[in-house]
């Protein structure tokens, strides 16, 4: 049976809970484009983001370890599909627009420099007089202006849904670029359930890539009751397996523990607030999707434990402040010379007339971590080839 797109329009309908956000519900696209006969705008979206050159990039950016430090380790585009993964499965048992979610979720991390939140902090203090630098609204910036795949706009021209839910990503109450969106309104359930799942992602793949690594040990995590309640329960019920699989299975109780209370909590929230529509859950005046206190206590705890063993470990230090020199002094090297940075990148100084600065820094921003190596090899390395 062909399902066409009025047809699945029809199907979530049905379907979906009445806080969820519909297809045809969309405020549609900057630019107006003829909807596609097989496909959901929210598909489309998520299908733009896929194909888009930002996101191949993640393939090559940190983590938290280095490209070159070893292949098991996550990427920032493996961090990606674990976050996505985990948010269609939390919108799924909330009855939840999965593919608006899916979107959201799949492009929150588009604008993230090279080398992790290494590379965010230095461009934001080289920024500071050009307006500063967060990844969540370059990560607008790369949709909506950076990435050009179409011949009538800039753009990947998202709906306005995946736009909001990027730039709305965490805290962006503060944040300039979100005054589009009216700061004052929060993004709809499914955008705000991404900003739990990247964090239920990364607290788990953090344990299991800092382990591996052998910064991090089992003693070291023995006083985070999130990681050391999954670790029991691993144990117990796979007694005298391999530690490669013990350690798996404790991350994968993890999430479990993790996205069922979220689920749980979130559906007590919608409930106890009567929640009943989009503009219900836009007009909230807090974000519905939380972790239950008790769960809360366990996530802080457990990041404050990781901070302590593993973020501030000497050689992620070592890596992270290499990171931050190759950045600031690329980014000084081309704000002395311009004309060092390839002529379509120029072009966007000259022609469009776009502010230095702001070119610099997109054009670092979409690095991997080994090309940003290579470019500082070729401009500071006399014997590198240019």
């Known amino acids: ?50 194909h888009s050159a930002a996101f191949r990039r993640l393939e090559y950016k940190t983590q938290v370890f280095v490209n070159h430090e070893g292949d098991y380790y996550r990427t920032r585009l493996t961090h990606t599909l674990e976050t996505a993964q985990i948010t269609r499965t939390i919108a799924r048992m909330l009855g939840l627009n999965e593919d608006l979610a899916e979107a959201v979720a799949l492009a929150h991390d588009l604008g993230h420099p090279p080398f992790g939140h290494a590379g965010e902090r230095i461009l934001n203090e080289l920024m500071e007089d050009y307006g500063g630098f967060d990844h969540n609204a370059q990560s607008l910036r790369t949709v909506d202006w950076i990435e050009v795949r179409y011949p009538h706009f800039r753009g990947l021209n998202l709906s306005h849904e995946v736009r909001e839910g990027i730039i709305k990503h965490s805290d962006f109450h503060n944040r300039p670029a979100a005054v589009e969106f009216d700061v004052e309104m929060y993004p709809c359930l499914e955008a705000q359930i991404v900003d739990l799942a990247d964090e239920i992602a990364y607290s788990a793949h953090d344990v299991d890539d800092g382990i591996k690594s052998q910064m991090l040990t089992a003693e070291d995590l023995k006083e985070s009751r999130l990681y050391t309640e999954a670790a029991k329960l691993a144990e117990e019920e796979g007694a005298g397996c391999d530690s490669s699989v013990r350690r798996y299975q404790t991350v994968t109780r993890m999430i479990n523990g993790m996205v069922g209370d979220l689920v749980n909590s979130i559906n007590q929230e919608t409930q106890r607030a009567d929640i009943k529509s989009v503009e219900d859950v836009r007009q909230a005046g807090r974000t519905l999707a939380h972790f239950s206190p008790q769960m809360d206590e366990r996530v802080r705890e457990h990041k404050r434990i990781m901070t302590a063993r593993l973020y501030l470990h000497y050689r992620v230090r070592r890596m992270t402040e290499k990171a931050a020199r190759v950045i600031e002094q690329l980014f000084k090297a081309y704000m002395k010379e311009p004309a060092q940075m390839p002529p379509h990148v120029l072009a966007r100084i000259e022609r469009d007339g776009e502010l230095q600065a702001r070119v610099v820094a997109d054009y670092i921003a979409g690095m991997t971590d080994r090309f940003a190596l290579q470019e500082h090899r070729k401009l500071f390395d006399p014997h590198e080839r240019v």
């Open 1 to 50: 049976m062909l399902r066409d797109r009025e047809q699945l329009e029809a199907l979530e309908e049905r379907t979906l809970a009445a806080y969820a956000m519909r297809s045809r519900q969309s405020r549609k696209r900057r630019f107006d484009e003829p909807e596609h006969p097989l496909r959901t705008v929210f598909q489309r979206d998520r299908d733009r983001i896929v």
